[in-house]
């Protein structure tokens, strides 16, 4: 879900000001390579998930593109790049803030100097603000999505999503399916990031302060220097 132009678009703009000489681009948690086609209009791009079956349609789409099947906590690649990206929150689904700190530690790993490194998440405010309103409901073609996000406590939430897939008439199958998701402070995030890398920004994409009641929040993160 989200707007993939967008977003591609976003953090296109943000690699091109802090460097604008990129040319090699990871992206993890890839997923089916919804991003990944965008990003090659512009630069080397390589895939990476640990999805199989994702992987699978990333390739049938995109069969000229490097993917790798790899925990993005503890990936190791044969190649340095110039920009890695992390999008559509994926972050969040890393459950143990430790986890978050891997990830930190294994892109770092896998910049140039002076590469850089940008991922997005939703913040404390935005899953809150979810958990105290109501579900909602998304029309996809001839199938109908309700999604209630539960939770809260000690920054743990779980998105509760049911699909009900039209099969003929008014006959429809439900699949349902609960996704957790784990959100920390911007300051919390910041401060890790800084053992990591040298010049850490936030952004909030819709132009407001960013903070932890942002909608979403970006992050750009500097690699050292060798």
Partial sequence: MGDRTAAANYIGSLIECYYPDAKTLLEIACGTGGLLGRFSESYDVS?????????AIAKRKLPHIRLHRQDMTNFSVDCRFDAIVCAFDSLNHLRRFSDWKKTFRCVARHLNAGGVFVFDVNTLGKLQRLVEGPAWVKQFGRDLVIIKVDGGRNGMFAWD???????????YKLIGETIAESAFSMRRIRASLQDYFTDV??????????????????FVCKARSI
């Fill in 161 to 171: 999503v049911k699909v009900f897939q039209q099969r003929k008439g008014n006959d």
């Fill in 47 to 55: 895939g990476l998930d640990r999805s199989r079956p994702m992987l």
């Fill in 201 to 218: 920004e936030v952004f909030d994409p819709e132009g407001a302060r960013p903070s932890d009641r942002s909608e979403r929040l970006y």
